[in-house]
């Protein structure tokens, strides 16, 4: 509503003779202040702020009247009442100088502002008055309390009477009442009649006139409050009282004429509001003002007697000020702005206290931009010698503000913007309310939608993120107004926004401007007279492209409604113009209609239509309606607003006739805070009637009014249809000051059945947000508003100096957007209400919103929250219906686990009683395969049951994330489970959501474990000697492994990861198997060496090789058709080539396979064969043709990330941004060299043969360890597969030279025979390289048949032996007795020591911390 901005201002003095003031008072036009001081009367202009007057009292009259004490204007501005000490009224006339000016603004030569405007001396030049003191009255008693009426002025003194005095015939006009003649009673019914004061010693203490009601609210010496009417239109005649009959310890009074409110501060700080019962007019209690000890702990109960209040210009806010100091800015209704009493307010950046600003009259400026208020604290300060500091000290304060544009223009309630407006600028929310729009208005969105891009506040992003900008930032998109525009028509009166967030419009104090935020420009009026001849009275509103508004013309002294359309010039001549018989006081556009409120209490209705006439296109208006309200408004200025709205209780009507739901329904009145609604009048006749005309049923008659809800501040409706969302849409939303906010929900009978004759058709929900609305998102189930902040900025000035400083003694104040979500307090006050059925059918309409599993925590959390924690014994709880309500959605595992654990312990048992058993739920998640949820149970689980059960239910977890490769969760179970194992359980692990920095190319293990694979022979044969101990990580994921393993927990623990490695070696997954070594940091080495006889030993060559193939997506070699002249004529080179590019893009890492990370581009080796790699992600799926491929090339890779399969480089060519860029190489090299047909067919054969890069890498790797564990089936696999002789006749040459065990060499021997087998029926591209090998096959024949014998005499399973208990020994066992197996001929691959330096350069390149250092320890 109103926000503080910035630092508030000290007034510099000009004279030095001006005493400290004591009283500050504005003008009823608030162009002017009087300030008073002990003996001096003062007169300033508001803006600039500047002093005009200063009139200063003779010694001896000073000391006869004694000190000045309170000052009264007259209400057009001329006189001047001041009372002093003693008993004496002043009265001081103001003659303005004609035609002089004390300031006039100077511009620089040539500049636009010329002098000729009309009305400028007035508006922007500070004039010249006089001060003369007219009359003295003596009222010999000390005055209370000076109050001005139209034609009196009301003052009260000491002896107990009430004076009135006329401003112009002061001598005869004088008239006193003696309050003990005026009867008080609790109402003003007339059987029942008054008791008198009945107090010699009772006077009035502080009164205020209410116009609204006619009459005062008293506040008496002993603290009792009432009202005094008087009983006929002659003021004197009778006069009656009424008291407030619970207030006994009355302060001051202020009245709110708009919404008929007295407030009364108390001496115990809090503030009574009263509004008078019109029935019977008593003194009704509407609501209280009280800090809460909630929010300020400290000071709630320690802040003395409330000084004074003040209500804002436009009656919209209170300001209250105590004994002990602070500001504190309320609602109308009670919802607490600001209070200067906490925070940054109160405490210094180091956390001293500081005294609160103590406030000894305030006063609020034009339009509430200003609040004028005469420091306390100043008055007692003696000032230092000088001048400077002197008017330094001066003691009068001004604070700024910034309002809502509602408190002005309501009509801005049925947008979807926030708007604020400062005295110069505009505050927007826009760009974002725009995208929350998207989806329900899709042709404005789709216009919209290329020029918001490049408007003020987008920044790209914006169509990407939807609601998320709307919640995310809090910065506001300021525009500043035109200063042309505001210095002759300041202040800013009104402003408006169109339905996009695209324009806005303001309203000063003639005329009108707007802005483009697309084109970043304002339009004035070209026209200056015109602007100057019109005064925009009852607001304005946007429609389409049109501004509409309600001006009196001060040419023709007329009240005129006229429409300017924003594209053509802003001058009369474009505008639409009609007449209007009274003054309008209020406007309102809805669809397609105008509603005006006019001054005679009538309403009248406007239909506007576009009419294209020649290029110019208007808009034309013509009277619907007209409906006379005089019987039910008392006062025209206490309407607060009038809207149309689509809003109705026949739901049987909306439901037969879906189409009518968009017309003009309904008014919604808001008189005083009562919101009135008036209906249409369908009981009669023509609702059946087939209407020709269709403005025939436009006029239909409303009803008599309906009181819907009190103590209203705003109402939000829209005129939007959303089937899917009609709770939300049909909804009408109240704002209602400290009651929070109240919902009128539509209920709807299911699936169009009959609805329940007892069941209420609408219903009225309260709900309390945290925050002010500003405006509401319908479909999003959202409210918009602002709140204030501050900063400090104390330490910035440390010496003792500049203690005084205003940035030492008050924060930097400014305002944030801020949001919150309500949908979770409409569902539960539906539960309450046993309307679930209802609550699941708005729930399931807004279940997409990104926020709705939290909106059912919140839910959830709040109930258990105030259940489980009250005192009392509830009869009827609420959370086991709000739990089964959950249950109705997919999200109710992880609600209930959210919300557990962010709720203490102790509250988990009464939680889990409603929703169940936490065992249960946990395997409900395994079953869901929904293993983080399932984490999070367990650690409940861990925290309410014995070690025992979170163990098995644990193992259980770790055995199905190994199954699933969820590796990071795999890393916390291991930490959980040893955790449980060592007794740490009070330390619960953390959550499994947190996810350890994972490789995101390559993989993780390869990088710890320092083996670099591109060495020269010599160096990897002097590293061989020093492997007598096995590789361990020492990174993160090894860290485990390096305590000492004797716990029985880690035995446990190692069970299961050897029985996974087992199952995965069993079933031929070796890529999951490098993967899970690499994330879990398992000794894949070590584990290999004992299993070498048994898991790890291949069984069927034939059909790992094939595996192997589908795995790593590694091609079958193929054979050059013989009858090929051209490799072009059947696009086999196309395909092999395509073929290379899709390989070295789809293959992920091990780590990336299981993991969603981003894979950047690495740089490659430079060779135009490895720069046909680019980003992996741009291939989803493509499909194959190659004439020799294999079926199993067609599967795709099983893997949770991305599905790829092989596929054509024609497909390729759509989709990857580097396909055009390989051709061209390709291409080049054709054309510097001729290559033959046979080079070509190299090529192709090369290409076609080469798998992904990535896989390349893996497998040489797996290699490596298959080598080092001595597993050389494994090795004689992966050599076939890269076609590597040299890994071949290396794993031979170990054969030959060490003592190997026979029964591997014949599992060999037989393997490759079958694999020779396989290859000529069924895959001929492997024989050429087969036979390549024959010879070592045929040796190593031999070989197998001169161990048979000494095999027979070995220990028939030499494994078993070697499973200790201590996996470490045994390590170190293995490891010593095959280290030596590699290095023996580390030496014999010199043929291909080349070809594979260079793969394995281009391996590193492919790591993004490419990094390796070669220490295998």
Avoid at 157 to 182: E, P, Q, S, Y
Avoid at 233 to 240: D, I, P, S, V
Avoid at 327 to 352: E, H
Avoid at 1150 to 1174: A, C, K, Q, Y
């Amino acid at each position: 509503m109103y926000f503080l901005s910035g630092w508030p201002k000290r007034l510099l003095c000009p004279l030095e003779s001006l005493e400290q003031p004591l009283h500050i008072q504005t003008d009823p036009q608030r162009a002017f202040f009087a300030v008073l001081s002990p003996s001096q009367l003062s007169i300033w202009y508001c803006r600039p702020s500047v002093l005009i007057v200063s009139y200063k009292e003779l010694s001896k009259a000073a000391s006869q009247f004694g000190s000045y004490k309170q000052a009264e204007w007259r209400p057009d501005s001329t006189m001047i009442a001041v009372s002093t000490a003693n008993g004496y009224i002043l009265f001081f006339e103001i003659p303005s100088a004609r035609d002089k000016y004390l300031y006039e603004p100077m511009y620089p030569k040539g500049s636009p502002h010329l002098k000729g405007t009309p009305h400028y001396k007035e508006e922007q030049c500070a004039p010249s008055l006089n001060l003369e003191m007219k009359k003295v009255l003596d009222l010999q008693a000390s005055i209370t309390s000076l109050q001005s009426t139209l034609e009196d002025l009301l003052v009260a003194t000491t002896d107990g009477f009430l004076h009135l005095v006329h401003w112009d015939g002061m001598t005869n006009g004088r008239k006193a009442i003696n309050l003990c003649t005026v009867p008080f009673s609790v109402d003003l019914q007339s059987s029942r009649a008054g008791s008198f004061l009945g107090f010699e010693d009772v006077y009035i203490r502080d009164m205020e006139y209410c116009a609204t009601l006619d009459g005062f609210a008293v506040v008496f010496n002993d603290g009792r409050v009432g009202f005094i009417t008087p009983m006929s239109r002659r003021f004197a005649a009778e006069l009656r009282g009424v008291w407030a009959q619970d207030v006994i310890d009355g302060t001051c009074v202020a009245v709110n004429n708009k919404y008929r409110l007295m407030a009364f501060g108390c001496a115990n700080g809090s503030v009574q509001v009263y509004t008078i019962d019109t029935t019977t007019g008593a003194m009704q209690f509407s609501h209280k003002l009280e800090l809460t000890p909630k929010q300020y702990p400290d000071i709630w109960n320690k802040t003395g007697p409330v000084k004074l209040i003040r209500w804002s210009p436009d009656s919209c806010v209170v300001m209250v000020t105590w004994e002990c100091g602070g500001l504190s800015l309320w609602s109308v209704f009670g919802a607490q702005l600001i209070c200067t009493l906490g925070g940054d307010f109160a405490y210094q950046s180091d956390g001293a206290k500081k005294d609160p600003l103590k406030i000894s009259s305030m006063t609020w400026g034009s339009e509430g931009y200003h609040l004028w208020v005469v420091d306390g604290n100043s008055s007692n300060v003696k000032p230092e010698s000088g001048g400077i500091s002197e008017a330094s000290q001066f003691g009068i304060l001004q604070f700024h503000f910034i309002k809502s544009a509602l408190t002005v223009n309501p009509c801005m309630s049925n947008q979807e913007q926030v708007l604020l407006q400062g005295e110069d600028r505009l505050y927007l929310n826009c760009g974002d309310a725009t995208q929350a729009q998207s989806p329900r208005n899709s042709s404005a969105h789709s216009e919209d939608k290329p020029t918001r891009e490049r408007g003020p506040f987008s920044d790209g992003s914006l169509d990407s993120q939807g609601l998320s900008t709307l919640l995310g930032h809090r910065h506001w998109h300021v525009v500043q107004i035109h200063s042309t525009y505001l210095e002759s028509n300041w202040p800013i009166r009104f402003s408006a926004i169109d339905k996009l967030g695209q324009n806005v419009a303001v309203v000063g104090k003639f005329g009108f401007a707007h802005y483009s935020l697309l084109t970043k420009k304002w339009k004035l009026f070209g026209n200056i007279t015109q602007e100057q001849n019109m005064m925009v009275t009852g607001g304005l509103a946007w429609w389409n492209d049109f501004i509409v508004l309600a001006c009196y013309n001060l040419n023709d002294h007329q009240e005129e409604l006229r429409i300017y359309l924003r594209t053509s010039n802003l001058d009369n001549a474009f505008a639409h113009i009609t007449k209007v018989q009274a003054d309008t006081l209020l406007l309102s556009v809805f669809r397609d209609i105008v509603i005006l409120f006019r001054a005679d209490c009538s309403i009248c209705l406007y239909s506007i239509e576009r009419r294209p006439e020649g290029l110019n296109t208007t808009a034309s208006i013509q009277v619907l309606q007209e409906v006379s309200m005089s019987r039910y408004i008392p006062h025209p200025f206490l309407v607060v607003s009038v809207t149309l709205t689509s809003v109705r209780t026949e739901t049987g009507i909306t439901l037969k006739m879906p189409q009518q739901a968009c017309e003009a329904e309904s008014i919604m009145l808001n008189l005083a805070g009562q919101l009135i609604m008036l209906q249409r009048d369908r009981s009669g006749p023509q609702i059946r009637d087939k209407d020709n005309n269709p403005n025939q049923r436009k006029h239909l008659p409303f009803c008599a009014p309906v009181v819907l809800a009190q103590s209203v501040e705003n109402v939000w409706t829209t005129c939007r249809i959303n089937k899917q969302k009609r709770h939300l849409l049909e909804a009408l939303w109240l704002s209602c000051g400290g009651a929070g906010m109240k919902v009128w929900l539509p209920l709807f009978p299911r699936d169009h059945r009959k609805p329940h004759s007892f069941l209420s058709r609408r219903i009225m929900l309260p709900f309390h947000i945290n925050i002010y609305p500003l405006a509401v998102l319908f479909e999003d189930a959202l409210v918009l508003g602002a709140v204030n902040d501050t900063v400090l900025y104390d330490c910035l000035y440390t010496q003792t100096s500049a203690r005084e400083h205003l940035e030492v003694l008050f924060p930097f104040s400014i305002v944030e957007r801020t949001s919150q979500i309500y949908l979770h307090h409409i569902l539960r006050q539906l539960l309450v209400r046993n309307l679930g059925e209802q609550a699941l059918l708005l729930a399931h309409s807004c279940a997409t919103l990104p926020y709705f599993p939290h909106v059912l925590e919140l839910m959830l959390h709040e109930v258990l929250e105030e259940e489980a924690t009250s005192r009392e014994p509830i009869p009827d709880p609420l959370l086991p219906t709000v739990a089964k309500f959950i249950t109705e959605f997919p999200l109710f595992l992880q609600t209930v686990v959210h919300c557990a654990r962010k709720t203490e312990y102790a509250l988990w048992n009464y939680l889990f009683a409603a929703v169940g058993n936490p065992k249960d739920l946990f395997e409900e998640c395994l079953m869901a395969q929904d293993l983080d949820t399932a984490a999070s149970y367990l650690i409940i689980l861990q925290n309410m049951e014995v070690p025992a059960v979170s163990r098995q239910h644990a193992t259980l977890l770790f055995n199905t994330a190994l199954e699933q490769g969820k590796w990071d969760l795999c890393r916390h179970m291991i930490r959980f489970l040893k955790a449980i194992g060592s007794g740490e359980t009070e330390t619960p692990p953390a959550t499994p959501t947190t996810q350890e920095p994972s490789s995101s190319s390559g993989f993780e293990f390869f990088r710890h474990r320092s083996i670099s694979l591109s060495q020269s022979a010599e160096n990897l044969h002097s590293k061989f000697n020093l492997t007598k101990t096995l590789s361990m990580p020492s990174g993160p994921s090894g860290k485990r492994w390096s305590k000492d393993s004797d716990c029985a927990e880690n035995m446990y623990i190692d069970m299961m990861l050897w029985r996974h490695a087992r199952r995965l070696l069993e079933e031929i997954k070796l890529k999951d198997l490098g993967c899970f070594a690499a994330q879990l940091g398992f000794e894949l080495i070590g584990w290999l060496c004992k299993e070498r006889a048994r898991a790890a030993r291949v069984e069927d060559f034939v059909f790992a090789l094939k595996k192997l193939h589908k795995d790593f997506l590694w091609p079958f070699p193929v054979i050059p058709a013989s009858s090929i002249n051209s490799p072009f004529k059947n696009g086999k080179y196309k395909t092999a080539v395509g073929e290379q590019l899709l390989k070295s893009q789809s293959a992920d890492t091990f780590v990336n396979m299981e993991m969603d990370t981003g894979i950047s581009n690495t740089p490659r080796s430079r060779s135009w064969l490895g720069t046909i790699s680019s980003s992996q992600r741009e291939i989803d799926t493509v499909s194959s043709h190659g004439p020799h491929m294999q079926d199993a090339f067609l599967s795709p890779l099983l893997s949770k990330g991305d599905e790829c399969s092989i596929g054509s480089a024609t497909d390729l060519t759509e989709t990857s941004s580097m396909v055009d860029g390989d051709w061209t190489m390709v291409d080049e090299n054709f054309s510097s060299q001729s290559l033959t047909q046979s080079e070509l067919e190299h090529i192709s054969l090369e290409l076609a043969s080469k798998g992904p890069h990535k896989s390349q890498v893996q497998l040489r790797y797996l290699l490596h360890i298959f080598m080092e564990a001595g597993c050389l089936d494994w090795c004689i696999i992966i050599g076939l597969i890269l076609r590597e002789s040299s890994v071949i006749n290396q794993v031979f040459s170990i054969m030959q030279s060490s003592d190997i065990d026979g029964e591997i060499c014949q599992n060999i021997k037989t393997g490759l025979y079958a694999v020779d087998k396989w290859a000529s029926t069924d895959c001929p591209g492997y024989k050429p390289f087969l036979n390549i090998i024959k010879p070592q096959i045929q040796k190593l024949s031999e070989i197998a048949e001169e161990q048979v014998q000494p095999e027979a005499f070995q220990p028939v399973n030499p494994s078993k032996v070697t499973e200790q208990p201590n996996p470490r020994a045994e390590e170190s066992r293995t490891s010593s007795s095959h280290g030596t197996n590699p290095q023996s001929d580390a030496g014999n691959s010199s043929a291909s020591r080349h070809e594979e330096d260079r793969s394995k350069t281009e391996d590193e390149d492919s790591f993004q911390e490419g990094r390796y250092d070669c220490t295998v320890s």
